[in-house]
């Protein structure tokens, strides 16, 4: 198997079984995201304790890609600090606007490398990780990607 294939089975999978789905009831961030180009619409629901991010959560509807975002997001910022999450931030954003993988190991965030072929699609893989900022900030504006 390619490792193209390997990249897309992994994204469909998330999308369709999406992993930390739902509410957090624990949750001291909380924040809402809208992609109106394609429809996508996330919130994300994060614990966190001193500067690290001790639980996570997302609920809301959206193209496979941007689902598959979000849970794998989830996944790897667990148990992270904060520090730690804004580095993945841009090491995602830099992977997802120009397809080069960083010299630091994205672990199976990798698999978005390909959004980068198709630039619309950019906004939906980035989606989660816009609005998962905007709740660590505390930030009361809107997060739309537009």
């Not at 992977?95 to 950019?122: D, S, Y």
Request: net charge negative.
């Amino acid at each position: 198997m390619a490792l193209r294939e390997l990249y897309q089975e992994i994204i469909v999978d998330h999308g369709k079984r999406p992993r930390n789905f739902g509410a957090l009831t624990t949750a001291n961030h909380c924040k809402s995201g809208h992609n109106p180009l394609c429809g996508d619409k996330l919130t994300i629901y994060l614990h966190e304790e001193n500067g690290v991010i001790c639980d996570v959560q997302f609920e809301g509807s959206g193209c496979a890609i941007s689902v598959a975002s979000a849970s794998l997001m989830t996944e790897t910022i667990k148990g992270k600090s904060v520090a730690d999450v804004e580095q993945l931030f841009a090491l995602f954003h830099g992977l997802v606007t120009t397809g080069v993988e960083p010299a630091e190991n994205l672990g199976k965030l990798a698999v978005f490398a390909g959004v980068a072929e198709f630039p619309i699609r950019v906004k939906c893989a980035t989606l989660a990780w816009h609005t998962l900022k905007a709740a660590l900030a505390d930030d009361q504006q809107p997060v739309s990607t537009e």
